[in-house]
């Protein structure tokens, strides 16, 4: 067994560190308290093809393994995990989806400027009345020959506003239940389809987050991904692969906040020593150091299941969900190593710790994800 990286691992990794510190950090308090999208550092992020990682280079992607997504996300996440949850979308629901199921026209059209950054892309699956229970869909794809007709509503759209490509999982036949649900490609421009307004939210406020609205949208056949019926399926396959994602997304956020908190325990004096030499504070670090590299072996384990074409659903979800607990523990204590210090925006573990909690709630819940490990392990 090699736990070493291998040098272009360790060098997309230290890539992505160094693109964090220099033009991810400065402004990142400013555009959380503004709730302002980073549009010219996802624009860079593009350049440097960190939006299409694992897509093949014939259609301008990276071409890089699923490890290398993770340490790349990892590093992001530590600085700003609205930036990171862009990056995630676009690489392992849109690209990712597109490349596995969509047909070589779909993958011209789409995936070639969505991995080369040049434009964004949105996965839409949840609606007012289906978030978990995702088979629920009420929008509707009524095949009218050579397009579907698309109405209803979704909801928390990440990249809402600023995508220009949307991959909408909608009900086409409901008496065939899930296996009636289609994926559709949704261009921002077709008629009838409106945004939302942003959502304002308790953490990742640099994304844009939206409903979106569908009224009488003329989706042409050939955008439909997969065979007719295959859309849920296709949402359930996505999301295996983008629960990695997310996982190596708290993973970051909580090393983020325990690398200040490290730095800060050595700096701070109380009762004529360090900190870090009182024994409660030490122990919380340890606590934490090992927490974080727990959640990295998982989040390592599952993206090389999936590099080896392993099935990876089991894995995926116990990263997702182990990753997600331990950001929210790990980045209270950070704040709680901070003291008052914490509680104020200039130290960035107070946003941290609000981050960390959409990681226990979107691409499954972390009651989801013990749905998904529970039925493997019962199996
Ligand atoms: N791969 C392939 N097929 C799968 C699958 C997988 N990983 N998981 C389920 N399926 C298939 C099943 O085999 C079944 O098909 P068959 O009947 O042909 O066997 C079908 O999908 C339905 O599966 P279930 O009966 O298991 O469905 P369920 O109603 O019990 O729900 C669930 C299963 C795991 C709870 C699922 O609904 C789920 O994942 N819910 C959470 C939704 C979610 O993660 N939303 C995230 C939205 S995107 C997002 O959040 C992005 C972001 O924030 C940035
Ligand atoms: P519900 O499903 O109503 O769940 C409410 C509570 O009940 C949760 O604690 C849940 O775990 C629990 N629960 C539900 N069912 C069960 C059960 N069977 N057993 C035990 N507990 C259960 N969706 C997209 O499609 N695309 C996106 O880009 C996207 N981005 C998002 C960005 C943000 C900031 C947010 C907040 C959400 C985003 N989502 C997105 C939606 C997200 O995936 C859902 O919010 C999530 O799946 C939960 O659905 P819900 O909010 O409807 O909660």
Redesign the pocket.
Known sequence: MDFNLTEEQIMIRDAARDFAQNELLPGVIERDEKQQFPAEQIKQMGELGFLGMMVDPKYGGSGLDTVSYVLAMEEISKVDASAS?VMS?NNS?VCWGLETFGTEEQKQKYLVPLAKGEIIG?????????????TSQKTTAIDKGDHYLLNGT???????NNASVYLV?AQTDAEKGHKGINALIVEKNMEGFVVGPK?N?L??RG?D?HSLMFTDVKVPKENRIGEDGFGFKFAMKTLAGGRIGIASQALGIASGAYELALKYSKERKAFGKEISKHQAIAFKLADMATQIEAARHLCIKAAWDKDQHLNYDLSGAMAKLYAAEMAMQVTVEAVQIHGGYGFVKEYHVERLMRDAK?TQ????????Q??VISRAVLS
């Open positions: 949850v979308v629901l949105a996965f839409c699956l949840s609606e007012p009345e289906a978030g978990s229970d995702a979704k909801n928390w759209i990440t990249n809402g999982i959502e939210k953490g990742i994304s987050t959409i709630i979107y691409e499954g819940t972390s009651e989801i013990k749905i």
